[in-house]
């Protein structure tokens, strides 16, 4: 099969080519731009590939109710002249062909079920620490979205006792992105997280922000396997330190052998590395592909 993947980032956009095994057989990518010049982009690159659907996972926030005149609709997104953008329906207009559509963390927590490190599970959740923070919820074997969907980065965190740092959410200030997000890094230390030793007092602040959202996960959903993945999870030293702070949290509560004895395990980098989006987006559109032939195949 030729199945066609985007996944849609505020900063870029990285399109490619894959089949049903999850194997991306080429990709291209290229920054955000206005939609007319983002989108137009995406349509030439796709154009004469002869995909046989599309699987999107896009920056939001997004509609995702099929009922919602504002389905396939970039929605109250600050990312100057996306606001009410109709991503979805301008490439319907192009291509003929089914669609998947999940927001970019759920496109890879699907993507880390199908083909990664939460492969075989019901349920597993995903974590994007990056320039800002996404939270991807796959459980009981379905991508949740709920009222909306799941927004985790916004939730709010307990101020580590030495902090001062007011956060940089413009809507809270001080939830988890505004903590952690590699803005905030920036922001509270003058330096890129990329630039910061491993032995850096700002590691062991971050792991305290990620861990309390962590640990609120763990006992309200209660996911199979927890993955991180973004930049500012490109420090892998920071790995250890969020595992043994979430084991602190949680104080033996969740007995579970999976995160008293084998936590390296239960909280890990995404099995897919950098590429956990993209193949996402293709999951996405293998799905897609599949509904629509099972529907034309019961008429």
Not at 71 to 92: E, H, I, M, S
Not at 165 to 185: N, V
Request: glycine content about 14%; hydrophobic content about 40%.
């Amino acid at each position: 099969m030729r199945l066609g993947a985007i996944e849609a980032g505020g900063t870029k956009f990285v399109c490619g080519i894959g089949n049903e095994h999850g194997v991306i057989e080429e990709s291209v990518s290229f920054p955000t731009e206005q939609p007319e010049v983002t989108l137009g982009k995406v349509i030439d690159y796709f154009r004469e590939s002869q995909v046989e659907a599309i699987g999107i996972g896009s920056f939001g926030p997004i509609g995702l109710h099929p009922g919602s005149p504002l389905y396939g609709f970039v929605t109250t997104t600050p990312k100057p002249g996306w606001a009410n953008c109709d991503f979805l329906g301008t490439l319907r207009q192009v291509f003929h062909v089914p669609y998947g559509w999940d927001t970019d963390v759920n496109a890879a927590a699907y993507g880390e079920a199908v083909w990664g490190s939460a492969k075989g599970l019901q349920s597993c959740l995903y974590y994007t620490v990056g320039t800002g923070i996404g939270i991807g919820v796959y459980a009981e074997g379905q991508l949740v979205h709920g009222l909306v969907h799941p927004e985790g980065g916004h939730v709010p965190v307990k101020r580590h006792p030495e902090d001062s740092f007011q956060g940089l959410c413009p809507y809270h200030g001080d939830c988890l992105e505004g903590m952690a997000a590699g803005p905030a890094l920036e922001a509270r230390w003058g330096k890129k997280g990329y630039e910061l030793p491993a032995d850096h007092a700002a590691w062991e602040r971050e792991a305290y922000y990620i861990a309390q959202s962590i640990t609120g996960a763990i006992l309200m959903l209660s996911p199979q396997k927890i993955i991180l993945g973004g930049g500012v999870m490109k420090q892998t030293h920071l790995f250890p330190l969020i595992r043994e702070a979430v084991k602190l949290n949680l104080n033996g509560y969740v007995s579970a052998a999976e995160i008293t004895e084998h936590i390296d395990n239960y909280i890990v980098a995404p099995g897919l590395g950098e590429q956990a989006g993209l193949c996402g987006a293709l999951a996405l559109g293998l799905r897609a592909y599949q509904q629509a032939h099972a529907k034309a195949g019961a008429i």
